[in-house]
């Protein structure tokens, strides 16, 4: 048997100052060098200051008063923060010792971020692996998955078919020498992002507007993303948590399902680690708008300019967002505007990766146009930034609403062999709690390991 592999704790992913000095130095002078183990210890929000990385989008782009605060996952190993789930996912199997180096393969099903995640963590920790995820993908996807040597075993469909790669994961899962890191159902993935990605949210409105936050967007995807809202609402009691769909995939607001663009969100589901109770708000973004939104910031850097947008800026926008970030920056002005907040305000949202695995989608974009010359993105500056509106919001906080929630969650996982009383547990508060709070198991386990 191979010796378990080490890395951080959900503690050190929180803090980075918490590594030891020397693991932490030599972490950050080996982030070129991505394929180093070490990186294992780069996997945070934080800069070398250990300040969050982030950007407050200018005004002159939103159209709002309030201060939007985007957090940027494309600094994160691999170049997206789904590899923070892959990897808590993997440690806790490991120091359970329910999946060991050497004796397992490890499954990954995704649409694409997450899957990139998985064949990254289990290079740096030598572990086979498989990533099952739609055929439709785009194509940086699975060349970044194959680059970091990871088998794919692609279903039919695009993001919305998902549920055929969890259908094909659950077969796999019967051979007993395969792992499921199963992103949608495991409660890892909700750890990492309460406890890691909810302070580093706290942290980075620190001196900007109020110092508070009012509003955490995010599209949900497994939905893990949107725990950090949990944390959030420990420290902000009076923030409001808005899940994000896409227009064309409407399933948590009204049960809709639909083909559509952005990658990574809207997977015709519930997931099981959803946690519906601190779901404050549903809205939904066209994905047309998304893709253009990304046009605009990508190649329009004049046109931001035109419209008041400091050159500088504009330029370093241009790499630091997919798709789905842009859905998430759109639905952050929404609820701005929605809910009236003023220049003292901060919302804040996560952009998942950067644009380096979107420059084919970005190529159909323009294969489905006539023309997107400069008159275009203007237009396209208008329509999707400064008039975006306040259409297709829903308020969630009333109990009859998150009773449909938990009934689309029931709907969508007691075929997998969930118990009718496990999804009931759910309801309360207290079950998200203690899977909280058993990161200090974790921890303490984690630490050891490294001892050994």
């Known amino acids: 048997m191979s010796k378990i592999p080490f890395g951080p704790t959900y503690d050190e992913m929180a803090h980075p100052s918490l590594i030891d000095p020397k693991v932490r130095k030599r972490a950050l002078e080996n982030k070129d060098n991505e394929l180093d183990p070490i990186n294992l210890f780069n996997i945070n929000w934080r800069d070398e200051e250990n300040n969050v990385h982030k950007i407050v989008l200018p005004k002159e782009l939103t159209g709002v008063e309030c201060n939007i605060v985007v957090l940027l996952g494309k600094y994160y190993p691999s170049g997206s923060h789904k590899v923070g789930p892959a990897y808590s996912t993997l440690i806790e199997g490991c120091v359970d010792q329910t999946i060991m180096p050497g004796e397992h393969t490890i499954l990954g099903p995704s649409t694409g971020n997450f899957g990139i995640g998985v064949s990254y963590i289990c290079n740096l920790m030598k572990y086979d692996s498989i990533v099952i995820m739609p055929d439709n993908m785009s194509k940086e996807r699975y060349e970044r998955i194959r680059k970091y040597g990871a088998k794919l075993d692609l279903t039919p469909g695009t993001e919305s078919d998902v549920i055929l790669t969890l259908e094909r994961t659950f077969e796999l899962k019967k051979d007993p020498k395969n792992r499921s890191l199963a992103q949608f159902e495991l409660l890892p993935n909700y750890r990492f992002h309460r406890h890691v990605t909810g302070s580093a949210c706290v942290d980075a409105v620190k001196g900007i507007g109020n110092g508070r936050i009012a509003v955490f967007t995010s599209a949900p995807g497994s939905a893990g993303t949107l725990a950090a809202g949990d944390h959030i609402k420990k420290v902000f009691p009076e923030s409001k948590v808005v899940a994000l769909e896409p227009y064309e995939c409407s399933t948590l607001m009204n049960g809709g399902r639909g083909q559509h663009r952005i990658e990574g969100i809207g997977d015709k589901m519930c997931t099981l680690i959803h946690n519906v109770l601190n779901t404050d708000f549903i809205a939904l973004i066209k994905d047309e708008e998304s893709v253009q939104g990304l046009k605009l910031i990508h190649d329009g850097t004049n046109i931001l300019v035109e419209y008041g947008v400091d050159r500088n800026i504009a ?138």
């Open 315 to 452: 330029l370093e926008m241009k790499e630091l967002f997919g798709v789905s970030g842009i859905c998430n920056i759109l639905g952050a002005i929404k609820m701005a505007k929605y809910l009236k907040l003023g220049p003292d305000d901060n919302v804040v949202t996560i952009a998942t990766d950067g644009y380096d695995r979107y420059e084919t989608v970005l190529t159909d974009l323009n294969k489905r146009y006539l023309e997107t010359e400069d008159f275009v993105l203007r237009r396209w500056f208008k329509d999707v930034f400064l008039k975006a509106n306040t259409c297709d919001i829903a308020d969630y906080r009333p109990l009859s609403q998150k009773e449909k929630l938990f009934h689309q969650k029931e709907k969508d996982w007691l075929k997998f062999g969930y118990s009718k009383e496990y999804l009931d547990s759910m309801k309360s508060q207290d079950f998200w709690d203690k899977e909280y709070e058993l990161i200090h198991h974790y921890d303490e386990l984690i630490k050891r390991m490294r001892e050994e």
